[in-house]
DNA sequence: GATGTGATTTGGATTGAGTCTAAGTCTCTA
DNA sequence: TAGAGACTTAGACTCAATCCAAATCACATC
C-alpha cells in the first residue's frame, strides 16, 4: 500500500504542459485547481479544493471548481473515486488503482496495483467494453485493544 | 453474472421472519419497505422504493424511507451500494458480490461471486479490520457495430 | 379491555453537494 | 487592437438526504 504523500510543490509550467497534453486549455483559476489538487496528493473533495484554493483570497467561485473537475475528469487528467454516496473524491492518480477506505476516519488510501491481483474476472455483458475496475476494501478500525497488539507484531 | 431477477411475489409472514432474525422490530411500513426492495430483485434507490411503495395510495413518508433504509443497512438486512456519487442504490443481496454498472445506461448488474477470484491482495493497514470488499467493474456500450456482431458470437 | 411508555412515523423545514443561467471577463487569433 | 468564442462569476436553483418536534403506534402490564 502507498501512503497517499503530498507531492511536492510543482512549477506552474509543469502544470500548464500536463493540461495541454490532455488537450486542456491552461486558464488561471484552472491552474490553480490542478495545483491544489496535485500538491494535496490524497483524495480531496471538491470542498476541500475550494477552500485550498481560496485560503488567502477568493480566486475561483464554485461552479468553476465543479466544472473545471468535471472537465478534468472528461479529458482524463483527474480520477473521481466514489466510495460513500455524500460526497465525491478526486484523485491526481490516474495509473490503474485501488483504494482503502477506512469507515470509521473517513480516510481514503491509494491501493499500489501491483499488490492486487485476479485469478479470475467475470465476463462482461454483450455489447459493452471495461472502462475501468476498481476494487474497494472498506476497513473498520479495530476496537480490541489485544487485536492491536496483536497485529502490531504480525505486520512489524 | 447473474442477471438481477425480480423475486416471486414474498409472504409478509416470509419477510417479518428475516426482520425478527436481523433484530428488527416489524412495522406495517418496514414490511412494505422491505417488501418492495426484496421484490424488486435489482437495486432501487431511496426513490424509487418510495415510488413502488407509495403508488396506489401515500402509505410510508419520505423520512421513514430513508430512516428505514439506513436501519436495515446497519442491521445487516440488506446492502448499500455507492457507484454514482449523485444517488444510493440497495442491494437485497446480501452475499459478498460484486457489480457491473453500465455507465451509458445507469444499469447495475450482480456479478456471481464464483466468477471473481484474488490471486493477491493488499495488507491492511495496521489496527484496522476488514469490513467488506467491493470490486465494480465500469463498462460502456460498445458504439462500433461491428465490435457488437464479433462480441456476439465470441458469447453464444 | 384500559393504561402507560418507549419506539416509530410523520410532515415540513433544513442542509449541503452539485448544477444552471445569464451576464461579465478573458484570451487568442487575425 | 478588434472581434469572437471560451471561460468565469454570483447567485438562484435542484434534489437527495437529514433533522426536528409533534402525533401515533405497539406492546407489556395491570
Known sequence: MRP?????????????????????????????????????????SAQDLYQQVNHQQRTVC??????????????????????????????????????????DTGELLDVEPSTVSFKELPPLPKGTRQEDITLIIRVRNVQDKRWIAAEEKTLQ
Open 4 to 44: 497517499t504523500t503530498a507531492q511536492q510543490t510543482l512549477s506552474i509550467t509543469a502544470i500548464a504542459e500536463r493540461l495541454k497534453h490532455c488537450g486542456i486549455a491552461a486558464t488561471r483559476q484552472r491552474l490553480r485547481i490542478a495545483k491544489a489538487l496535485f500538491e494535496h496528493g490524497g483524495h480531496p
Open 62 to 103: 464554485r461552479a468553476t471548481i465543479y466544472n473545471t473537475l468535471n472537465l478534468f475528469v472528461d479529458k482524463g487528467l483527474i480520477q473521481e473515486v466514489s466510495v460513500d454516496s455524500s460526497q465525491t473524491f478526486y484523485d491526481g492518480n490516474i495509473d490503474p488503482h485501488h483504494h482503502i477506505f477506512n469507515v
